[in-house]
């Protein structure tokens, strides 16, 4: 298949800079208070964390994660998920078989958080800002 000359082609790189690159993002999950984050939360990707501060959200146990997510998932596979803190302070909590790499709390401030397969049963989330 020949790439196009001219008109509406995607490249990969430096080209066609002035288009968006454009995903799919369903719902925000809102929260309200200190909760464990289940599986369906953590998989739409953006957590808006709407209580006063204070509060620690614990992630779902990995055993809970990897059956949300199949069989197929293997070691290294990754995603980014997103917390938005509306008010005060939140933390960040480990659930079974998880590691954070970074701050987990956040002050009214959002944290872009990378989740990893370290092992089987093995998950870690790093703070990437």
Known sequence: MALPT???GYQIGDGNTNEPKLGVQGAPTEITDAA???AA???TGLLVLTS???DSYTLPT???WETSLGDNVKVNAAFDFYIVSL???STLAVGTGWTIVGHATMATVSGHWRARKTAAGAWTAYRLA
């Open 36 to 38: 464990t984050i289940t």
């Open 52 to 54: 006063s501060g204070g």
């Open 6 to 8: 001219v008109g509406d």
């Open 87 to 89: 008010g005060g302070t």
């Open 41 to 43: 939360q953590l998989k």
């Open 62 to 64: 990995v055993a809970l």
